[in-house]
């Protein structure tokens, strides 16, 4: 048990300790589609779940 705990404390690299803040974006009148919130996060791929392929543009 020693050995593994030796082991995680190694590998343990960082803890979060604070919320990232609150982002925004802007988007055009002419942009249609897009989501009103979209989750951020280095691990979800932002904007990627929110089907960005699926956003259009008008005029």
């Known amino acids: 048990m020693r050995e593994i705990l030796g082991i995680a404390r190694e ?3 960082v803890i979060g300790t604070v919320l990232e803040e ?3 974006g802007i988007v055009s009148d002419r942009m249609h589609n897009v ?3 979209m989750p951020e996060s280095h691990i979800y791929n932002t904007p990627a779940p929110t089907n960005p392929e699926q956003y259009f543009q008008t005029g």
Do not use: D, K, L, T
Request: charged share 20%.
């Open 35 to 37: 989501v009103r919130s």
């Open 11 to 13: 590998e343990f690299y």
């Open 22 to 24: 609150q982002g925004y």
